[in-house]
């Protein structure tokens, strides 16, 4: 099992728009191979500072997902709302 975090800073006054697009990548992520769960955070009093925790059962599921036709429809209204490039780091269990 890995988990995936997805690290976003929303343009100020975007959050409405980045909320919808965000929703529409959680629907299609929930249907992907591997996709166990996730969770959308945003940082206590910084509604731009995003966090999104997401667990898959491996790597390669994620990897699947990630350059995936899907995935890169939904970044296409994602991007444009954001400061600057979505950071990924993954983890896992020692």
Do not use: C
Not at 50 to 56: E, G, K, N, P, S
Not at 59 to 64: D, E, F, G, H, R
């Amino acid at each position: 099992m890995i988990k995936i975090i997805i690290e976003r800073r929303i343009m100020p006054g975007l959050e409405q728009e980045y909320e919808e697009a965000a929703r529409e990548a959680v629907r299609y992520s929930m249907t992907a191979s591997g996709f166990i769960s996730g969770e959308s955070l945003h940082e206590h009093g910084n509604t731009e500072h995003r966090l999104l925790i997401t667990q898959w059962r491996d790597l390669a599921s994620w990897k699947a997902w990630q350059h995936s036709q899907q995935r890169e429809a939904v970044l296409q209204k994602l991007l444009p709302l954001l400061t600057e490039e979505e950071r990924i780091t993954a983890y896992e269990h020692p």
